[in-house]
Nanobody, 120 residues
């Protein structure tokens, strides 16, 4: 069983910054990708950023390029999302996602979500 623990959400004014963290634990042997998704009220969940743990290749949604930075600490099985120049339209529940392998099978795991609210 694999667990994800997220932290770092909250309320911030437009133009401010927040840093999200997500730590994976449990029976995961290796992690292929770690990423962040978000879901605003009435909208579908969308990709924000993803990182390939081996090599560090990243991919971002166009709406966050230049403002958000995803990074990881492989030794701690932790992924971070540094969010700068936040806008009200960034308001959403942010979910961590990990794709990896356990001893038994591949796993695709979601965190419980953390609320990010940006006030204008």
């Amino acid at each position: 069983q694999v667990q994800l623990v997220e932290s770092g959400g909250g309320l911030v004014q437009a133009g401010g910054s927040l840093r999200l963290s997500c730590a994976a634990s449990g029976s995961i042997l290796s992690i292929n990708t770690m990423g962040w998704y978000r879901q605003a009220p009435g909208k579908q969940r969308e990709l924000v950023a993803v990182i390939i743990t081996s090599g560090g290749t990243t991919n971002y949604a166009d709406s966050v390029k230049g403002r958000f930075t995803i990074s990881r600490d492989n030794a701690k099985n932790t992924v971070y999302l540094q969010m700068n120049s936040l806008k009200p339209e960034d308001t959403a529940v942010y979910y961590c996602n990990v794709f990896g392998v356990t001893i038994a099978r591949p796993v695709n795991v979601w965190g419980q979500g953390t609320q990010v609210t940006v006030s204008s």
